[in-house]
């Protein structure tokens, strides 16, 4: 089992920035990717980034440019440094991973985009 704990959500002005946390734990040496999600209000849950076990990344159309996801393999931990935020990105950002049996997901973090 994989567990995965999100943080750094919060309130932010239009054009501001944050940096999300997952932190991962358990049995974490078969996971070979992990993103993010997030699902606005009325909405169906979206990809936003993922990386991968070689460090290998990728972005919806819609962040790129704007959002870096990197990871720190020392702490266990994959980031999600978001700039240049939207209104329209206010969300539920969730973090994910998987290995070769499953998909593993967080309880989420709220991301707030005031105009």
């Known amino acids: 089992q994989v567990q995965l704990v999100e943080s750094g959500g919060g309130l932010v002005q239009a054009g501001g920035s944050l940096r999300l946390s997952c932190a991962a734990s358990?049995?974490?040496?078969?996971?070979?990717?992990m993103g993010w999600y997030r699902q606005a209000p009325g909405k169906q849950r979206e990809f936003v980034a993922i990386?991968?076990?070689?460090?290998?990344?990728n972005y919806a159309d819609s962040v790129k440019g704007r959002f870096t996801i990197s990871r720190d393999n020392a702490k266990n931990t994959m980031y999600l440094q978001m700039n240049s935020l939207k209104p329209e990105e206010t969300a539920v950002f969730y973090c994910?991973?998987?290995?070769?049996?499953?998909?593993?997901w967080g309880q989420g973090t709220q991301v707030t985009v005031s105009s």
């Open positions: 994910y991973g998987r290995d070769s049996l499953r998909n593993y």
């Open positions: 358990g049995s974490i040496f078969n996971i070979n990717a």
């Open positions: 990386i991968t076990r070689g460090g290998s990344t």
